[in-house]
């Protein structure tokens, strides 16, 4: 006999049927039909209709029948709120029932029931069963208070519930303890600023003796709880420590993992030459192997945990790489998964073993698993140098094996391999042009169009061979046409005698058989440039590359240090911050490793800023994707390896997008005027002084900080409003005139209009729509023009804008293509913004923080310029870029000169530390010096653009 | 925490929902089923799936999809944990995880997810708590049920839920005490191509399951704490432990003490790395070959034990994934018997016990597709065995005592080393 019978009865009467039963008079006929009606409901059939019913089989001593109506009732209480407040009497009785079962039961479920009414009658038991004698009912009470709270947050406070479960922490009882902490923290997080969780050293301690003793669950919270916990000094660090490490040998792969957390975020406060941290880092390693011997679900949580942890401390699991040796049987994403750490964990040691693995991999049957694993090689050549021939040797012998992907994957990477060892293993070129037919991926293809291009004196047939590519340059993709055209311009100022035709044919293609205005506007350039003076050409054309770097996807220190606080949540699986992804977090309270301390106090010593150690330690690295210089010597192929899944497109997109744009603001000084460009004509040139050829910071980190959107919770401010201007003038958008400006107030962004119609009919139907932008800049609301726009009226309109739409790295950086649509056509233009509307209100950084910060930034991201004809003292500059939220952190004087430190914050979470140096004396010749520091150097100028738009106005 | 849950079968139906929360309506699946088609093979689904409100966190068990909706910030370890921890008590109270063994029993498995999490937060996950609560679907109790009118849902309290410790129900006495253990290890290794020497050789973990379990027959349990002693237990690079062991004792002693929960539980588990040599208990001879341009392959394989070992290798099943091209395969067994699944193009030879005089073979010919390109990828072999009496690593249990009590219970101990994620590649 089972269940299923209850799904049988589908014909038309149903409902009426089960009515008579739930009437019925026999007390097992009605526990039947409420269980079929339970049935109903779990396959989610509509059994609404039959609430009274139902509640009418509540008031019984069969404790089965009780739950099932109970089940019921929180299922349909919402949409019979009225039905529902006939069961309440029957609650507040259960909750005085002897049986503490019945009353955690009763408060249990009535918390479950999201109807204000019955909330109104739950606040007295509710406050009985907090402070009852049974530690059962007073767990179940602690998380009925968080229930209660997500239903009416007002209620709970007024009652004064929180500070009842604040007490609760100090229960006697370890499951209450739990309890208490996991609701607080649930509730905690819908209330950032709140201290509900405000930890010393007693509440701690309770906590760690109620972490041996309560359920698995239970720990988790505490652990997570705990990771919150900023110990006062090392001893204390210590000391929390040695408690949390035995959960490390917790069945409970979640409970090691949150262990794991703790441990990692409290030893930044060890001293390195404790004898106590090298034991913690030698617990941390079997912990973390062992959870790979779990399902595989578990497992990918775990990699991309590991992940991180590699990232920050690769001691602790330089050993073992043999674990993260793939099966062929696991699932695909904890391969990748696994890929990914072998190569961050590669080191000369072990790369022979390495590339063995990797080499078996690429005869694997799943073609994504092939092609990563193909990278790999690549990536691993240009890690470790003493690698590099033998990983081009093992390469080689993967493109004998003729598998297509394979080779294409190959001859990417090897283009890589040659920008990092530049002149050392040409020989296999005449290899590489063996499958030059096979080829039929634009990426393998522009890959080895670049290699010809770039030995063109090496390859005897270099013309042959670009020729034969030249006579489909239309059906090729745009990647392949900029790279064919670099290589022949390449090929031409290396053998100019014999490719003056090919060149021309090129040109003439690119600029005149072409739409897309990219590969038109390289065209043009390389026409000048060769016409003008062929020797300039030469220099920058076949101009010095910057290095490859070595690795092109680590993520940016201080990210990865707030990642850490967060090893074990999904924002660990994404490796995003919360703020960047979760909703209803938005303006949650950053997470930052706490600073070492004990020996080392001032913070001059270099362990003040751990995350300044860690960057210290790497190399100077050279972004391999979007760097400008990069780009003229035409390396416009995606980045060689792919970061997380999640961000990898748009940062391709982006970084491809910036080379194709990047060459014109560079070339600018060159070629002297911007040449003919169709969309980006009557541009502002930017200022071309701040182009280093070593742009700083890994740049795949650094775009994908530029993209994880983080929306600053606004306080009153009222920035520069710049005056309107004309966008669209009438004669190119058929009588529509539109002109506009750009405002942030109180922490919103809009975009305010002023719509002409110089035409001679009426327009309506306006609407409007951004193309993606760097900072995800998008309407927050439609359009709204409510009458018709008569001829020679104009109507004003502000359009509050977001920061969440789509990101594309564009250039310059703050450019913004809109479209604006209306009932004659659509028109498109293009604008630039002011950055500083993008300033958020929360800008200002700690003191400390900003020390650290400034110090941890490379000195490469340094960019300096002058603002001239000032005239402001400091006092007033300093007030003035408040209001645009441009926060004063401190100021000194220094030889006469007074020095401003200041911080602001991007909407999208990237800090700008700026150095203000104003020369005080005759007002009208005061000069400021304005340096800026940023992980995302690219942003600089225009940072400095909104200063001079500020303090100018 | 945990929102809603949705169970949904290989062809795609949601057969089950619970929401702990607000009803999430179903249509958020439909983000599940979008990388569902993506991954093309069940097993490689992600198992955390970003939507624009919600997260979705699933696990893939006999043949079910438990999909986890996920609205705010949570370990995502812990909702798999969780989610695993559903499946078990399925299998536990049914026999089997299934949609049919899941439908037949709705209404108990509702008042098990009900029983189990409380506003997203786990309440009652110990089985011997949950079957106080709950009592498990039997033949017998139906009948009985239906004829007394009496429940099948406990109305007392259970007493482990308050208790420290959770895993026991309190104030049980036996008249006798018993205690069996088994220690059962599992060999993960990869070995190289490189002529059967094994040459990438990776202890995972030795050992993977229930090592210990405390008796089965249901009057002879503890309520006397135990001290178990291994006799090298310093062999052992990793352990993650039950609940009832006492860690402190483990860290200065290295000794197992504990109060055993009742029935079957796994004590400890343990990890041995490849840096402690232990030998691998078996060998695969192999030539998988396919020529150039003809469409056939050769294939032939032999299984052997490893010298000294004094105890019989059984139960050895190989399972190898042929290359897509592969058409049929005509082979000969010197023992056992084979299969070959067209569809899958899974091979399967189940060769039972090594006898090391007469090796088991396995030999023929493989018909490949004509026409198609000669496979670029080597099968790996998978390999399945189990010897009776050994614990591979060279773990002992070597005393166990009891307080309180004078007799000596009865120790009996069962060694088991099985192959765990056991791959040979070719």
Known sequence: MTDSKYFTTTKKGEIFELKAELNSDKKEKKKEAVKKVIASMTVGKDVSALFPDVVNCMQTDNLELKKLVYLYLMNYAKSQPDMAIMAVNTFVKDCEDPNPLIRALAVRTMGCIRVDKITEYLCEPLRKCLKDEDPYVRKTAAVCVAKLHDINAQLVEDQGFLDTLKDLISDSNPMVVANAVAALSEIAESHPSSNLLDLNPQSINKLLTALNECTEWGQIFILDCLANYMPKDDREAQSICERVTPRLSHANSAVVLSAVKVLMKFMEMLSKDLDYYGTLLKKLAPPLVTLLSAEPELQYVALRNINLIVQKRPEILKHEMKVFFVKYNDPIYVKLEKLDIMIRLASQANIAQVLAELKEYATEVDVDFVRKAVRAIGRCAIKVEQSAERCVSTLLDLIQTKVNYVVQEAIVVIKDIFRKYPNKYESVIATLCENLDSLDEPEARAAMIWIVGEYAERIDNADELLESFLEGFHDESTQVQLQLLTAIVKLFLKKPTETQELVQQVLSLATQDSDNPDLRDRGYIYWRLLSTDPVAAKEVVLAEKPLISEETDLIEPTLLDELICYIGTLASVYHKPPSAFVEGSRGVVHKSLPPRTGSSESTESPDAAPSAVQAAEQPAVIPTQGDLLGDLLNLDLGPPVSGPPIATSSVQMGAVDLLGGGLDSLLRSDVGGSPAMGGSAGFAPAPSTAMPANLGAPLGSGLGDLFDLTGGVGTLSGSYVAPKTVWLPAMKAKGLEISGTFSRQVGSISMDLVLTNKALQVMSDFAIQFNRNSFGLAPAAPLQVHAPLAPNQSVEISLPLNTVGSVMKMDPLNNLQVAVKNNIDVFYFSTLYPLHILFVEDGKMERQMFLATWKDIPNENEAQFQIKDCSLNTDAVSSKLQGSNIFTIAKRNVEGQDMLYQSLKLTNGIWVLAELRIQPGNPSFTVCQLSLKCRAPEVSQYIYQAYETILKN | ?426
């Open chain 2, 1 to 426: 925490m945990i929102h809603s849950l949705f169970l949904i079968n290989c062809s795609g139906d949601i057969f089950l929902e619970k929401h702990w929360k607000s009803v999430v309506s179903q249509s958020v699946c439909d983000y599940f089923f979008e990388a569902q088609e993506k991954a093309i093979d069940v097993e490689n689904v992600p198992p955390v799936i970003s939507t624009p409100h919600h997260y979705l966190i699933s696990i893939y068990r006999d043949k079910i999809f438990f999909v986890s909706v996920i609205q705010t910030e949570v370990p995502p370890l812990f909702v798999i944990e969780f989610l695993h921890r559903v499946a078990d008590t399925f299998q536990d109270y049914f026999g089997e995880c299934s949609e049919t063994a899941i439908k037949d029993n709705v209404v108990i498995v509702y008042e098990l997810l009900e029983e189990m999490l409380d506003n997203g937060f786990p309440l009652a996950t110990e089985s011997n708590i949950l079957k106080e609560l709950i009592k498990p679907p039997t033949i017998l109790r139906s009948v009985v049920n239906s004829i007394t009118g009496s429940s099948n849902v406990g109305d007392t309290l259970p007493t482990g839920q308050l208790s420290n410790i959770p895993w026991r129900r309190a104030g049980v006495k036996y008249t006798n005490n018993e205690a069996y253990f088994d220690v059962i290890e599992e060999i993960d290794a990869i070995i190289d191509k490189s002529d059967t020497k094994i040459f990438n050789l990776i202890f995972n973990s030795v050992e993977e399951s229930d090592n210990f379990c405390v008796s089965v027959a249901s009057v002879k349990k503890f309520h006397l704490p135990l001290c178990c002693y291994l006799q090298n237990p310093r062999l052992l690079d990793d352990v993650s432990f039950h609940p009832c062991i006492r860690f402190k004792r483990w860290e200065s002693e290295r000794v197992l003490s504990f109060i055993p929960p009742d029935g079957n539980f796994r004590l400890i588990s343990y990890r041995v790395s490849s840096q402690n040599l232990v030998a691998i208990p078996v060998y695969v001879k192999h030539m998988i070959s396919f020529k150039e341009n003809s469409s056939s392959g050769r294939f032939d394989v032999t299984i052997g034990p490893k010298q000294n070992m004094g105890k019989t290798v059984e139960g050895v099943v190989m399972t190898v994934h042929m290359p897509k091209a592969v058409l049929n395969m005509n082979l000969t067994a010197t023992q056992g018997s084979y299969t070959f699944d067209p569809v899958t193009k899974v091979l399967t030879w189940d060769v039972g016990k090594i006898t090391p005089q007469k090796l088991p073979n396995l030999k023929g010919i493989v018909n490949l597709q004509s026409g198609a390109p000669k496979p670029e990828e080597n099968p790996s072999l998978n390999i399945q065995f189990k010897i009776q009496q050994l614990a591979i690593s060279g773990l002992k249990v070597n005393r166990l005592d009891m307080y309180g009590e004078k007799y000596k219970p009865f120790k009996g101990v069962k060694y088991i080393t099985k192959a765990g994620k056991f791959q040979v590649r070719t």
